[in-house]
């Protein structure tokens, strides 16, 4: 790794009341993987939107192969073979697969005409070179996430890279489909493509990194070699301060001669097989699979996003009908989905409008009028309880960091009254300080509200961390329950993938 593919110096960019990036050096080597790690809002994002062209530095130095660059906007940066694979993906839902992969690339048979039968064939090719078993002609819009993000990588690899930046790739991704992406990044390392792979996994960072270099409040505190740096050393690096997490290995709540909040009973439909279970208030119980086992779906036939084919709900012991999230909502069930980003809030609405976007009506004055200052103290009041981070509460949504807007679309939820909460991979993309504050304010909220929470997760030590109980679930089924005493990795790993650990 003598050859440096880049080196930035003196990089800077200020935002409103932002430091976002303080004189940051930088350094890429030609054929390596180097992680990016720091907290949100550490800086990674902005270097990572410089770099392929979306805004642009106040001042410092960008080098490619010892030639100074000046990268204008995106089509620069993919001229000079920078290529970004972001969190929030940009696939095109109404195109099918090949479209997706080629889009601006099309293969054409003259200047004007689309060549569609290489384009196809190249399709097939490409997807059968990484193992990802999917029709080119498939509609993107009927895919899953997973499948979505596949394709946005496998798009992003056959445009002709020098440089390759993975932003949390493997957030929707299952266990085995990281391990092909991996496959991937080693073929491309291994052809001399130097890749930024930023990442809150520890676990992934410690398997494909060769170098680390850790952001912190917009700055480069340090890089690192992967192995001359242990996980908790780096993240204490990340965070400035020691991060313990704390696995309860006692009941905090009561089953015995309780009356279930919510009692599920052989719930059908073409993703689930009877599934039934019970969750009492004050509980936090954690639905754990992997992805593709089941746990949106189940989310989804509760919120009344998903159809039901048979099976009841009950609230409180009595029977509720859910065809719509309307209903859900009125019997007072909420839902973060997985990506908040467009599920989750509006990004154009400011964070008042979006904390107050279930309880309008009732914040409203008798003739219909927003009541602002009711608004305003609602705010305030989540802001200081969840400690959100933003500078005003016109601020737009999409300018917080991740952790931040899902503190506010759970603010949304609980201004709503809730009696039953389901969160959808809560922590994906969130930092590791910013999810022990969620997991803390989840259990405060269960215990004083009186609460009952469903997490429906993939992260084993999160459901271990988090909840009073696991439900592992498998193939639209569940297969296990699990109590804190009983919780440990390797047992609930075993159960997820349904195989021996050793």
Known sequence: MSIVAMEINNLSKKFPGVQALDKVAFKL???????????????????INILSGVIKPDIGEIYLFDKIVKIENSSKARKLGINAVYQELSVVPQMNVAENIFLGQE??????????????EDTKRELKEIGFDINPFAIVKLLTISERQMIEIVRNIVLDAKIFILDEPTSSLSQEEVQKLFRILRVLKNEGISI??????????????????????????????????????????????????????????????????????????DKLKSISFSLFKGEILSILGLVGAGKTELARAIFGLDKIESGKIFLNSKEIKINAPLQAIHNGIGYLTEDRRHDGFISLLSVRDNIILVVIKRLAKILGYRDKKKEESLVKDFKMSLSIKFNDINQRTDTLSGGNQQKVVLSKWLASKLK????????????????????????????????????????ILEAMIASDRSLIIRKGEFVSEMMPEEMNYQSLLKIMIGGNIK
Request: aromatic share 6%; hydrophobic share 35%; glycine share 6%.
């Open 29 to 47: 080597y030609q054929g390596e993987i180097h992680a990016l790690v720091g907290e949100n809002g550490a800086g990674k994002s902005t270097l």
């Open 107 to 120: 293969p054409k048979k003259s200047k004007i005409f689309v060549d569609k039968k290489r384009m196809y």
């Open 196 to 269: 930024i792979y930023v990442s809150h996994e520890m676990e992934e960072i410690f398997e494909i990194a060769d170098r680390i270099t850790v952001f912190r409040n917009g700055q480069n505190i340090g890089t690192v070699e992967k192995e001359k740096i242990t996980k908790n050393e780096l993240v204490k690096m990340m965070a400035g301060r020691e991060i313990s997490f704390h696995i309860s290995k006692k009941k905090t709540y009561m089953r015995e001669d309780q009356t279930a909040l919510l009692r599920i009973e052989e719930l059908k439909n």
């Open 420 to 459: 039953v909460l389901l969160l959808d991979e809560p922590t994906k993309g969130v930092d590791v300080s910013t999810r022990q504050d969620l997991y803390n304010i989840l259990k405060d909220i269960a215990k004083n509200d009186n609460i009952g929470i469903i997490i429906l997760t993939s992260d």
